[in-house]
């Protein structure tokens, strides 16, 4: 299997989430950069590019505590290039039918789906999936 490389940014208001996803993309190989919050998040993307950014929906923003991953998201993908995105999300609940479609996410995946542990390995597929796209 040939290496994929690329550069990540991770975006997500739990400490714990972060580590858990730079530790899980490092060992994959990818340079990775991680942000608490939309202000950020904002202020890293003003300064690099990334090819990835995994996007927790729900950010509590520490001077708003109500700015939703969605509205970032909308950022995001206003770029050039836009790099893809994975949604990430613990309230599958939030995210209606055709969000992902009209704010442009690449993938959705579960923090913890119901009933069972993260599916790191799925995880890891997808975002090997969309880093060898964003290359193409």
């Keep these: 299997m040939n290496k994929v490389t690329g550069h990540v940014l991770v975006v997500?208001?739990?400490?714990?989430?972060?580590?858990?996803?730079?530790?899980?993309?490092?060992?994959?190989?990818?340079?990775?950069?991680?942000v608490a919050c939309f202000e950020e998040a904002v202020e890293k993307?003003?300064?690099?590019?990334?090819?990835l950014v995994v996007l927790d929906v729900r950010l509590v923003d520490r001077?708003?505590?109500?700015?939703?991953?969605?509205e970032l998201l909308g950022l995001v993908k206003a770029r050039e290039?836009?790099?893809k995105v994975v949604i990430l999300t613990g309230y599958p609940e939030s995210i209606r039918e055709g969000v992902l479609e009209q704010y442009g996410a690449d993938a959705l995946v579960l923090k913890v789906p119901p009933g069972s542990k993260f599916d790191s390995k799925g995880f890891k597929e997808?975002?090997?999936k969309l880093l060898i796209a964003s290359k193409s």
């Excluded at 993307?45 to 090819?51: A, P, R, T, V, Y």
């Design 12 to 34: 997500d208001d739990q400490v714990n989430w972060r580590k858990a996803l730079i530790n899980l993309l490092t060992k994959e190989g990818y340079l990775v950069n991680a």
């Design 81 to 83: 290039p836009a790099p």
């Design 45 to 51: 993307l003003s300064h690099d590019e990334f090819d």
């Design 63 to 70: 001077d708003t505590f109500n700015i939703q991953g969605l």
């Design 126 to 128: 997808q975002v090997r």
